[in-house]
């Protein structure tokens, strides 16, 4: 079974500097999606930014981009330029042609001003 | 809508009562997907619909679990014997589509907040 790990249950950040949350994940699929969703204390899950197994470049959203490793099946989130509104949970999840997503326990950031 | 949305966003039920939980989501999307999540856990997987029927309900825990979406719209998530153990928030989200296409991005509402005392 397909499973996803978040290393991090909190990390802290400075405004304007850059943090990088953790994420691997388990699978024997060759074909699959990664994503980033962020889920603010209003509880809804805004998707951060997605990643095709098979496109060897990282996605990129503005302030938001992806290490995808796909041998070593980690897929980080980096974020630059951190502001206060960055302040959330960070869940990462997989897809493959299963249609519903598996997501991790997630990562909480703080961003301190 | 323009967005997936879900009520109540707060429910306070006792032990043993029945709750019902709805999702509108958006409009023309023909997958509909609950997920729960339980508190400092991401969310787990439930059910998933393709138009009206259930195509996958792999994730309802046990039989007093159910949902339906009589139309291929609107969805109700439906909790008999309330226990204790079910306080959780219920997510839903649609996609377009669900099937092989993982590029589907899942929209997701702001979630019924369920407490059972």
């Known amino acids: 079974a397909q499973t996803v790990t978040q290393s991090q249950p909190e990390m802290s950040v400075q405004e304007a500097e850059t943090v990088t949350l953790s994420c691997t994940y388990d699978t024997s699929e060759s074909d699959y999606y990664l994503f980033w969703y962020k889920q603010p204390p209003s509880r809804q899950m805004i998707l951060v930014i997605r990643q095709e197994a098979y496109k060897q470049q990282n996605a990129t959203e503005n302030r938001f981009s992806v290490n995808f490793q796909k041998a070593a099946k980690s897929f980080s989130l980096k974020i630059s330029d951190s502001q206060l509104g960055d302040a959330a949970m960070y869940f990462c999840?997989?897809?493959?042609?299963?249609?519903?997503?598996?997501f991790g326990a997630g990562t909480r950031l703080t961003v301190k001003p | 809508g323009a967005g997936v949305s879900q009520t109540p966003s707060n429910k306070v039920t006792e032990k043993g009562k029945y709750v019902e939980l709805r999702c509108d989501p958006i409009s023309g999307h023909t997958a509909l997907y609950w997920y729960r999540q339980s508190l400092g856990q991401g969310p787990e997987f439930l059910i998933y619909?393709?138009?009206?029927?259930?195509?996958?309900d792999s994730g309802l825990p046990n039989d007093r679990f159910f949902a339906v979406r009589p139309e291929g719209s609107v969805s109700t998530l439906k909790i008999q014997r309330t226990e204790r153990g079910d306080s959780a928030v219920y997510l839903c989200?649609?996609?377009?589509?669900?099937?092989?296409?993982?590029?589907?991005?899942?929209?997701f509402g702001a979630g019924s907040r369920l407490t059972v005392l």
């Open positions: 999840a997989y897809r493959s042609t299963l249609p519903h997503m598996r």
């Open positions: 989200a649609s996609s377009y589509s669900g099937g092989a296409s993982g590029a589907n991005v899942l929209t």
């Open positions: 619909f393709q138009g009206t029927g259930a195509a996958d």
